[in-house]
């Protein structure tokens, strides 16, 4: 099989030749340049630059020759843009390596880190020295009065997320966004046989706590439901006006669709389960049948991080095909359990390796004890695409990382034993 059929099939619940295999393929499943760096220097290439192609993250699209020794499936269609690094401006990295960023991106020196400025000069986002990641420092809908809760397009404008975009996603405004996003995505349907998945970039939850921060909207769902629902309605609106957009160029030739929404922390949700389906599961099945309706052969990916085992069977029920990251280190996310209740309808795009135990902190013989485990517990029957439990993170030693791919390369060709 082939890298698209590879995927295709798994998707379908059915065992392919392999396990089909994500590392890159959009901002949850990718690597961090700091280890991506220390990779590469492990490994003695020296070629290429370390390209920053999602500065708040801090992570790397990677380049070919990854994608070849790893036997690597999925890619973004935007991989071209985040490899153009023509023009890219110097950086360096945490591990005091030498990078690349956008030439879009506009920071400022602060005590020794990075900041971001808005339309006003609000500080919006701050990375320390050495540090790993930008953090969110200002949220424009905070202050609002709820009567203004259905402007958000208004305000959404204005946060780190939309002045720091990844490749070609900085060009959304523009008209030639749409076809410049075809020809990408025509491109590598053309000529590569990769699956090709469209990071969307959309969110319901996530998209209003970058409005008006995390502490706030709780509060808001626990005094002023209606008025949340107002604001979710904006959003909504906004999302089904980008996908439409997003898909209207490219959904033809895409095979997946992502979508993101952090609902769990690491012992369960950040609401009830009964809040979340009355306030938010319509929103989904708005979302997800738009998508299904505009282009009925793609798979909808959601990532949501943490415990969120109470909803995976609501998720199900509005049209859900894949969950990622799979926290299998999470409460009541046991791989096991998962597979069992829920393996026959979605499809575990993750939780191959454990990001916050062993992939970081163990030996190489703990990341091969781990995956041989997921591998065992997940891949059987299909419906599993390997990549680790979120992105490798910049701690994860470059021995930890051959691990985890050496092991999926010898276990995971089916039937798997």
């Given amino acids: 099989m082939n890298s698209r059929e590879r ?77 153009d690094t023509g023009g890219w401006k110097p950086w360096t990295l945490a591990n005091d390596a030498e990078g690349l960023i956008p030439p879009w991106i506009e920071l400022e020196k602060d005590n020794g880190g990075w900041v971001s400025l808005g339309d006003n000069g609000e500080r919006l986002g701050r990375m320390p020295e050495k540090g790993w990641y930008f953090d969110q420092t200002h949220w424009p809908m905070i202050d609002v009065e709820p009567e203004f809760w259905d402007k958000a397009t208004d305000y959404v404008g204005n946060t780190i997320w939309a002045k720091m975009p990844r490749p070609l996603a900085h060009l959304s405004s523009s008209p030639e966004y749409p076809r410049l996003m075809r020809e990408a995505a025509r491109k590598l349907y053309e000529e590569t046989d990769y699956a090709l998945m469209l990071n969307s970039g959309t969110s319901l939850f996530e998209t209003a706590q970058f409005l008006r921060r995390t502490d706030t909207i709780l509060m808001d769902l626990a005094t002023d439901a209606a008025a949340m629902e107002k604001l979710l ?41 009964e809040m979340w389906r009355k306030v938010f599961k319509s929103h989904y099945l708005a979302t997800f049948d738009f998508i299904k309706g505009r282009y009925p052969g793609v798979y909808i990916f959601m990532h949501s991080c943490g415990s969120i085992y109470p ?80 992105n490798i993170a910049p701690e994860v030693p470059p021995e930890n990382i051959l691990a985890m791919f050496e092991t999926v390369r010898e276990l995971g060709k089916y039937p798997i034993t």
Avoid at 45 to 56: H, Q, R, Y
Wanted: proline share 5%; glycine share 10%.
């Fill in 7 to 83: 995927v295709l099939t798994s998707l379908r619940h059915e065992e392919p030749d392999r396990l089909p295999l994500d590392s890159g393929g959009c901002s949850a499943t990718s690597i961090s340049a700091v280890a991506y760096s220390n990779l590469k220097q492990h490994l003695g290439i020296e070629e290429g630059p370390v390209a920053v192609s999602d500065v708040i993250q801090q992570l790397t699209m990677p380049e070919q020759w990854y994608l070849d020794m790893f036997d690597v499936d999925v890619i973004d269609i935007t991989r071209d843009y985040a490899l």
């Fill in 233 to 273: 309605d904006s959003i909504l609106w906004m999302n089904l006006g980008t996908l439409e957009r997003q898909l209207d160029a490219v959904g033809e030739y895409v095979q997946v669709v992502k979508i993101n929404d952090d609902w769990g922390l690491q012992t369960g949700l950040f609401i009830s389960p």
């Fill in 311 to 390: 909803i995976i069977g609501d998720l199900i029920d509005v049209g859900l095909d894949i969950l990622n990251p799979v926290q299998t280190t999470a409460a009541n996310m046991e791989p096991e359990r998962l597979k069992s209740e829920f393996g026959k309808d979605l499809t575990f795009w993750g939780g191959g390796a454990d990001t916050q135990g062993a992939l970081p902190f163990g030996t190489p013989d703990d990341v091969r004890r781990d995956v041989s485990e997921k591998i065992r517990t997940l891949a059987p029957g299909g419906g599993f695409v390997f990549t680790q439990s979120h």
